[in-house]
C-alpha cells in the first residue's frame, strides 16, 4: 500500500502560478504510475496528467497541455504538478494517486489515492 500527501493548493488570481506536491511513502515501485486528477466543483474527478517514477515521459489531458507540468524527484519520492497560466476553470481539488498497471488515463487504474488539496483561480 502507498500513502500520498498532497499539499501546495491555495487561492490565486487568474493568470498565476502554483505548484502541488505529493510526497509517497510505504510500497512504492520504481514502475509506478503518478498521476493527478483533479474534481471541479459539481463535476465528476477528471484526468489531469501522469507519468512514472522510472523515465520522463509525460501525458496530459488537453484541456491543460502547455500549462500544466508533471515531474517527479525520486530522491524525495516526491511528484509535482506546476501549474502556471491558471484560469477560473482550473477550480478544483486535486488529486495525487500512484497505480501499477501500464497507463494512467483512468481513475480505475490506480491503487492509491490522497486526500486532495484545493486549488481555487479568482477571475
Known amino acids: 500500500q502507498v500513502q500520498l500527501v498532497e499539499s501546495g493548493g491555495g487561492l490565486v488570481q487568474a493568470g498565476g502560478s502554483l505548484r502541488l506536491s505529493c510526497v509517497a511513502s510505504?510500497?512504492?515501485?520504481?514502475?509506478?504510475?503518478m498521476g493527478w486528477f483533479r474534481q471541479p466543483p459539481g463535476k465528476e474527478r477528471e484526468f489531469v496528467a501522469f507519468?512514472?517514477?522510472?523515465?520522463?515521459?509525460?501525458y496530459y489531458a488537453d484541456s491543460v497541455k502547455g500549462r500544466l507540468t508533471i515531474n517527479t524527484d525520486n530522491g524525495k519520492n516526491t511528484v509535482y504538478l506546476q501549474m502556471n497560466s491558471l484560469k477560473p476553470e482550473d477550480t478544483a481539488v486535486y488529486y495525487c494517486?500512484?497505480?501499477?498497471?501500464?497507463?494512467?488515463?483512468?481513475?480505475?487504474?490506480?491503487?492509491?489515492w490522497g486526500q486532495g488539496t484545493q486549488v481555487t483561480v479568482s477571475s
Open positions: 494517486a500512484s497505480g501499477r498497471r501500464r497507463t494512467g488515463y483512468y481513475q480505475s487504474e490506480y491503487d492509491s
Open positions: 507519468t512514472r517514477w522510472s523515465d520522463d515521459r509525460t
Open positions: 510505504g510500497r512504492t515501485f520504481i514502475d509506478n504510475v
